[in-house]
């Protein structure tokens, strides 16, 4: 089912800085920022060979990473997001099997405009997983 | 400088139920567990088409992953890997930065017998970075 790693997201309090981290001492390629308004962050991307990192700096009083940001002040790796082929026959697969979908069990559209589903981290060892269909 | 995402390590405190859920839960294709003695872990590696996840449990009492499950009894994400050509090039760029390496700052042979080094979590706000020449 798991398909490849799309991205891995790492909440940062500064983007501006953690961009500079990234490009300038670990020598990686980064996007401009993007403003993900619908989605209260503004995302820098990290483009590696074989999947990228996703920066996200809170964006509004709303923003779903501003919890997990109190809890670790200095940022750090917040998800990771895995490619389905399918994201209701994998829904359909996780709730059967007891694993809780977050929110009304929907799919949303996700930062890359496609369907995506955010399953509990208590449900996977401490990792909040993200389903995207590609 | 960065390259591929060699792995993300997630560690959890039952590697045997997290082996089962990546497994059977998330249809991902995991290997069987691998002592790791002088590393102090036991691993399973789950195999995704573009890099992959390694499910740490701890070995020993002297385990670098047992403070992390301290303070993260049902598990998360660890650390991310990324392969670099060149370990003693890159060190010394991200020393020269300002980073901070973990250690005696010399390479040690990591889990897949090539030198390995982690960088300080502090500085890379809040992800732990290993780096591993491949």
């Not at 809170?58 to 997990?68: C, E, R, T, V």
């Not at 809780?100 to 069990?105: C, H, K, S, Y």
């Not at 890359?112 to 208590?122: A, R």
Request: aromatic letters at 6%; proline letters at 7%; a negative charge.
């Amino acid at each position: 089912m798991l398909g490849r790693v799309n991205h891995i997201a790492i909440a940062v309090p500064d983007l501006k800085a953690a961009t500079s981290t990234y490009r300038d001492m670990l020598g990686a390629k980064v996007s401009k920022p993007q403003v993900l308004a619908e989605h209260g962050v503004t995302v820098v991307f990290v483009e590696l060979p074989n999947t990228k990192i996703e920066l996200l700096e809170p964006l509004g009083d709303a923003s779903p990473i501003l919890a997990f940001l109190d809890k670790n002040p200095s940022g750090g790796m917040h998800h990771v997001c895995y490619e389905v082929d399918d994201i209701i026959a994998a829904r359909d697969r996780l709730k059967q099997a007891g694993a809780r979908v977050l929110g009304d069990g929907e799919p949303k559209t996700g930062a890359h405009g496609k369907p995506v589903l955010f399953l509990h981290p208590k449900d996977f060892f401490g990792t909040l997983i993200e389903l995207e269909q590609v």
